[in-house]
C-alpha cells in the first residue's frame, strides 16, 4: 500500500560541531513510516554558505517538502524556506531562529541555561569555534550512552564565527507553519531563549525533558513532532 506521505520529502538540517549523520536514528523511523528523507551536509563555513546548499539540495527534491533543523540550523532553514513554493513546514528541533536582521550569536547570548555548563567558546587561528573536551557528554548531550558522546567528539565539525555574526534575510517562519520542540534540560540553547523564539513565530510548540541533543537522546520525540507536520502538509 502506497505511503499517505509518497510525495513528501523531509529535508533534515544538522546543527553546529555535527554533521548529516546526526539525524540517522530519526531518519531510520521516518523511513519506516513511509516518509522520504534527505540530509543536507552543511559545510558550517557561513551562514550564506549553509544556506545555499539546502537550496542546492531542494533543487534535486521532487514536490513538498518539510524542512526540519536542529540548534543552530534553524536559522539555515529560516533563510533557505523564504519565497520557496516548494517547501510547506519548518520543523523547529532545540533550534536557533532568528528574525529579519538578528543573527544567531545574538540569539545564543540571549539567556544563560540554568545550571550553566555550557562550555566556554573561542575562535581558533582560523576564525571557527571547537568544543573542548568532555563538552558533548557535560552539556550537548548528556542523557545519550558515553559511546555516543565519545563518537560526538571524535567527529566533531566545527563551526565558523562568522556563522553566528550574518544577520537573517527575510524569515521563512512569516510565510510558513512551523513546529517547535524545545528541550527543557537543555545546556546549549536555554529553554526560556526557545519558549520566546517559538512564540514570536506562532509555532506549535512542543515542551520534552530532555537534553539538547534529543536527535540521539530522545529520537521519538523528534519523530512525533516532524510527523505531525507531515500530516499537516499532505
Not at 499517505?4 to 538540517?13: C, E, G, P
Not at 518539510?66 to 540548534?71: E, M, P, Q, R, V
Not at 523564504?82 to 543573527?103: F, M, W
Request: aromatic share 6%; charged share 20%; net charge negative.
Amino acid at each position: 500500500m502506497a505511503s499517505k506521505y509518497q510525495d513528501l520529502t523531509a529535508v533534515l538540517v544538522h546543527a553546529a560541531w555535527s554533521d548529516a549523520s546526526s539525524w540517522n536514528k530519526v531518519t531510520a523511523r521516518l523511513r519506516e513510516l513511509g516518509l522520504r528523507v534527505r540530509a543536507a551536509q552543511i559545510p558550517l563555513t557561513s551562514l550564506s554558505d549553509d544556506v545555499a546548499v539546502v537550496k542546492r539540495l531542494l533543487r534535486q527534491v521532487e514536490g513538498p517538502v518539510l524542512l526540519a533543523a536542529h540548534s543552530y540550523a534553524g536559522a539555515v532553514i529560516t533563510a533557505a524556506g523564504t519565497d520557496n513554493p516548494q517547501v510547506k513546514a519548518l520543523v523547529y528541533i532545540a533550534a536557533i531562529v532568528p528574525d529579519e536582521g538578528e543573527t544567531v550569536g545574538t540569539l545564543f547570548q540571549r539567556a544563560e541555561p540554568q545550571p550553566n555548563t555550557r562550555p566556554p567558546l573561542a575562535p581558533d587561528a582560523d576564525g571557527f569555534l571547537w568544543l573542548p573536551p568532555g563538552a558533548f557528554a557535560n552539556a550537548v548531550a548528556p542523557n545519550a550512552a558515553k559511546e555516543e558522546t565519545a563518537l560526538m567528539e571524535i567527529n566533531q565539525h566545527p563551526i565558523a564565527l562568522k556563522c553566528l555574526g550574518e544577520p537573517m534575510t527575510v524569515p521563512a517562519w512569516k510565510q510558513k507553519p512551523s513546529w517547535f520542540l524545545v528541550t527543557e534540560k537543555d545546556q546549549m540553547i536555554s529553554p526560556a531563549t526557545q519558549h520566546f523564539m517559538a512564540e514570536r513565530i506562532s509555532a506549535r510548540v512542543y515542551s520534552r525533558d530532555t537534553d539538547h541533543s534529543p536527535l540521539t537522546s530522545a529520537p521519538e520525540s523528534v519523530v512525533s513532532v516532524i510527523v505531525e507536520a507531515a500530516d499537516a502538509a499532505v
